[in-house]
């Protein structure tokens, strides 16, 4: 309390220190409080990785079966060739997903609500090793990081067979837009697109003689370090891994798979 022998100017230099004091201790009281929020999302995080080396795709490779006649034989694959599938198969895989996308959800994209699709390639002729995002506009792969080979490369998934696909094309999704624009809805809503690209992608294998299986993808710490996927601008949905099947064994001698005349 003031006392009232002080004077005026006495006066108020105390109640400017006790206007400071104040100040620093709501400063202090912040500073605690924003140490118990999580981190914002760094700039990086949010800047999509599109500035490394280019490769232009082939043209999409043509189908060479009918829907209907691979579809009773499809099934998910977890065996693969170690033989390489070609640039123009992978061009038609992302080709795929990214036209199911666009005549589905095109309200989406134009209100920015895109999909991000990036292929982990390993064995594509004519794509480096590497994390690529791939460009629809411009059919292109921009590569974003480098992956490990063999052995290694079964770390980046949780399953490791999928580490044996010749590529895999992994599908993310801008879930802070989606919320914005539907609420919860919009989770569902990307995870739908999601799993229409990515069976999109694997009829498509089907077609070419391809195989494989839609599955989780690569795992969250790989996609965070390497795309930039936060999660939350940038979260992984879903994937497809792709190969060329493995060659059938020979049927064991006395075991023909020959009937003979009926
Ligand atoms: C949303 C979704 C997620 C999946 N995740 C995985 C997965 O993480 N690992 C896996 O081996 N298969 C995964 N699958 C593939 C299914 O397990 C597979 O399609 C199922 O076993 C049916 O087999 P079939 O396609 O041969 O009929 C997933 C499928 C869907 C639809």
Do not use: K
Request: proline share 8%.
């Amino acid at each position: 309390m003031t006392s009232t022998t002080e004077t005026r100017p006495a006066r108020d230099e105390t109640d400017r220190a006790r206007l400071l004091e104040q100040l620093l201790a709501d400063t202090l009281l912040d500073a605690e409080a924003a140490a118990r929020l999580p981190a914002p999302v760094p700039g990086h995080l949010r800047r999509p990785p599109d500035d490394g080396p280019l490769t232009r795709l082939p043209l999409p490779a043509s189908p060479r079966a009918g829907l209907a006649d691979v579809l009773p034989e499809r099934g998910a694959a977890h065996d693969f060739a170690p033989a390489a599938i070609s640039g123009a198969e992978l061009s038609a895989l992302l080709a795929a997903a990214d036209r199911m996308d666009a005549r589905g959800w095109a309200a989406e994209r134009e209100a920015g609500v895109d999909l991000e699709l990036y292929c982990a390639a390993w064995r594509v002729t004519g794509v480096d090793i590497g994390l690529h995002r791939y460009l629809p506009d411009r059919s292109q792969l921009c590569r974003v990081a480098s992956l490990p080979d063999g052995p290694q490369a079964e770390e980046l998934v949780l399953q490791r067979e999928f580490a044996q696909a010749a590529a895999l094309v992994v599908i993310t999704g801008n879930l802070a837009a989606a919320l914005e624009r539907h609420g919860g809805h919009g989770h569902r809503l990307l995870l739908t697109r999601a799993g229409a690209a990515g069976h999109a992608a694997w009829l498509t294998a089907l077609r070419l003689g391809l195989v494989g299986t839609v599955f989780a993808g690569l795992l969250p710490h790989v996609l965070r370090e390497r795309a930039s996927a936060d999660g939350y601008h940038r979260a992984a949905l879903f994937a497809f891994a792709v190969g060329r099947p493995p060659a059938t064994e020979p049927a064991p001698p006395g075991r023909s798979t020959d009937l003979g005349p009926a």
